[in-house]
């Protein structure tokens, strides 16, 4: 059975969200309509599924990600197959020596991102993790957004506080090196020091936060870097803001499909 609890986003009562939308009678409504939202795809069912057997089997798995991904599994709400792709992804910009940075746009909890941490310590690695987040939760998402209807009730949701999500990383003992800024992506992205960027996980569920991230950051990602989409398949703005820019950019790359939510793709060479 289709259990929206395990699927993309997080139900985190938000009182103002709330009260602007008529009281709470919208947010008890909430988790029926995205559950009959979300059945008209199947494929969203059998992805559920799937999920919910790769979660018992890391639970008990003595493999090096199984491990992390305990770690970190009550603080993110990516799935066992996104969170991979992440880890994977980290051991590939270090075994094949890409320069830059590690950024995340829209951490919530900080779980995947102290994953990526984690694993370069294991690796005997440094580098430069930037986290951007509004830490306040989910901006409100646009008229650009197809499933605006179902999109809107999740404004003020996946909320992490910043304070929560450097308490996380200083109990790893993971947070050198890790920028935390906190604002929305269209105010905070333009100024920010980075410059090369290894690995980018875009984690904006809407089509304006996703389209900002590329727009923004996509000339800074070095040749054979990462970019890893973690709602493309889930949230229909999301997937039309990545497929418009690369459209604009006159570029048929293939996404690798990660699961029914995630993909990535390899930047190619200059």
């Known amino acids: 059975m289709f259990d929206p609890s395990m699927s993309e986003p997080c139900i985190q009562p938000n009182p103002a969200a709330e009260k602007q939308r008529g009281g709470a009678g919208s947010r008890q409504n909430h988790p029926v ?12 069912v059998a992805d559920t599924a799937i999920r919910s057997a790769a979660e018992a ?11 992390l991904y305990r770690r970190v599994r009550r603080h993110t709400m990516c799935s066992p197959a996104r969170l991979r792709a992440l880890h994977q992804g980290v051991k590939y910009v270090v075994q ?9 746009c829209g951490c919530a909890r900080g779980g995947s991102a102290a994953l990526m941490a984690l694993t370069l310590r294991r690796l005997g690695q440094r ?5 951007f987040d509004t830490f306040e939760g989910l901006p409100a998402p646009t008229a650009d957004d197809p499933d605006y209807e179902i999109a809107e009730l999740f404004t003020g949701s996946c909320r992490g506080q910043l304070d929560e999500v450097r308490e996380l990383f200083g109990r790893y003992e993971v947070a050198d090196g890790v920028q935390f800024v906190k604002g929305l992506f269209q105010d905070t992205l333009p100024l920010s020091r980075l410059d090369r960027i290894a690995l980018l996980h875009i984690d904006g569920d809407w089509y304006e936060s996703v389209r900002v991230c590329l727009e923004t ?15 493309y398949g889930y949230w229909k703005g999301a997937r039309k803001a990545v497929d418009e820019f690369l459209a604009r950019r006159g570029t048929n790359l293939p996404l690798k499909r990660l699961d029914y939510s995630g993909r990535s793709l390899l930047k190619p060479g200059a």
């Open 33 to 44: 309509k995205e559950i009959l939202y979300r059945l008209r795809d199947p494929e969203v």
């Open 57 to 67: 089997w890391h639970l008990i798995s003595p493999s090096e990600f199984s491990s």
């Open 96 to 104: 094949n020596r890409l320069d830059g940075d590690l950024v995340e």
């Open 127 to 131: 580098r430069d993790l930037w986290l």
């Open 217 to 231: 950051l996509y000339d800074k990602v070095v040749p054979g870097g990462i970019i890893q989409f973690d709602d």
